[in-house]
């Protein structure tokens, strides 16, 4: 069974992307999870990276630009997992980040959502994260 579905929503990102890629398949023990990309008809070379680096990674390629949300949207067809992670391209996932995410879920069956702290390059908080409870 697939604990964990990873959506990563892709524009122009390659460099970005690869990087995200890296971390979670270095950082991501302990969980079985499927990552998929969905791609929204990048100009760079973010398909052929992708395709090249991360055989494992499911792709899927958007005709258009669908935007933040429909792009997201469209991988709900392939995703298998009992839980939903979106991730932005540019981020660095952390040694056991997803798997301490899954056991606290795993572990309080009240709760529907949660976030990580989003920690900047420089170590600072990152201020978006405080912004407030969504609606």
């Known amino acids: 069974m697939i604990e964990v579905s990873i959506i990563i929503l892709s524009y122009n990102t390659s460099d970005l992307l690869k990087d995200c890629l890296s971390s979670l398949y270095k950082n991501t023990n302990g969980v079985n999870f499927e ?13 052929e ?32 997992g009992k839980y939903v992670l979106f991730l932005n391209s540019d981020t660095i996932v952390n040694e056991d980040t997803i798997k301490k995410s899954v056991y606290y879920l795993e572990q309080n069956k009240d709760i ?6 989003v920690v900047l390059k420089n170590g ?3 201020p978006d994260t405080r912004r407030s409870f969504p609606t």
Request: hydrophobic residues 40%.
């Open 124 to 126: 600072q908080l990152d």
């Open 112 to 117: 529907g959502a949660l976030t990580c702290k």
């Open 49 to 80: 990276m992708v395709e090249k680096n991360f055989p494992k990674v499911l792709l899927v390629k958007n005709n258009e630009n669908l935007g933040f949300a429909a792009g997201n949207n469209s991988a709900k067809r392939v995703a298998k």
């Open 35 to 47: 990552v998929i990309v969905v791609d929204n008809n990048s100009q760079d070379n973010s398909l």
